[in-house]
């Protein structure tokens, strides 16, 4: 979960701030995203700095705090994925957090999770606002959707092969 204060939580930081500066939000909106994104990062902050003192509950708070963060980061994309592009790459983050430490299945889960939840505000918008995505919008949807599932899987591999890698190197797999 280091990783993900250490490297996301300021990219997510500083796509947000750029999406409210740069882009037209109304100053309603830009003030709901800024206080979601707020009580995101202080979230994962005091769940980061209490992990250990409430370490008989990692695994369960570590869960927790990946599905808040998908939760802020739907929410934040809602806001303003229609004024700023590059916001759905917030879907990378929680199930990259959780590629760190979790098992395949539970992060192809979550990352499943995460694109689907995506692809669903893509949809609801559409509908919501009676503005039909074209087939060209649907489709560059998807491939973001595919690279959500695609990259954490990598960054799941990855981490897997650092904990073999370093288990050989330590003695700890003698099988």
Same mark, same amino acid.
């Given at each position: 979960?280091?990783?993900?204060?250490?490297? $996301?939580?300021?990219?997510?930081?500083?796509?947000?701030? $750029?999406?409210?500066? &740069?882009?037209?939000?109304?100053?309603?909106?830009?003030?709901?995203?800024?206080?979601?994104?707020?009580?995101?990062? !202080?979230?994962? +902050? +005091?769940?980061?700095?209490?992990?250990?003192?409430? $370490?008989? +509950?990692?695994?369960?708070?570590?869960?927790?705090? @990946?599905?808040?963060?998908?939760?802020?980061?739907?929410?934040?994309?809602?806001?303003?994925?229609?004024?700023?592009?590059?916001?759905?790459? *917030? &879907? *990378?983050?929680?199930?990259?957090?959780?590629?760190?430490?979790?098992?395949?299945?539970?992060? &192809?889960?979550?990352?499943?999770?995460?694109?689907?939840?995506?692809?669903g505000v893509y949809y609801f918008k559409s509908k919501y606002f009676g503005l039909p995505l074209g087939e060209v919008l649907w489709a560059m949807?998807?491939?973001?959707?595919? &690279?959500?599932?695609?990259?954490?899987?990598?960054?799941?591999? !990855?981490?897997?092969?650092? @904990?073999?890698?370093?288990?050989?190197?330590?003695?700890?797999?003698?099988?």
């Open positions: 979960m280091h990783a993900l204060n250490l490297y $996301f939580t300021p990219f997510a930081i500083i796509l947000t701030v $750029f999406a409210v500066y &740069f882009s037209s939000l109304e100053r309603k909106t830009a003030a709901i995203t800024l206080f979601i994104l707020l009580a995101g990062f !202080m979230l994962n +902050w +005091w769940m980061s700095k209490n992990e250990y003192r409430l $370490f008989r +509950w990692i695994h369960k708070l570590r869960l927790l705090t @990946v599905a808040i963060n998908i939760i802020v980061t739907t929410a934040i994309f809602y806001l303003i994925g229609s004024y700023w592009a590059p916001s759905w790459l *917030l &879907f *990378l983050i929680a199930p990259a957090g959780a590629a760190m430490f979790m098992k395949k299945g539970w992060v &192809f889960s979550i990352a499943l999770i995460s694109a689907l939840l995506m692809l949807a998807c491939v973001h959707a595919l &690279f959500v599932i695609i990259f954490t899987m990598f960054v799941n591999s !990855m981490a897997q092969a650092t @904990v073999r890698i370093r288990d050989i190197m330590t003695g700890r797999n003698k099988g």
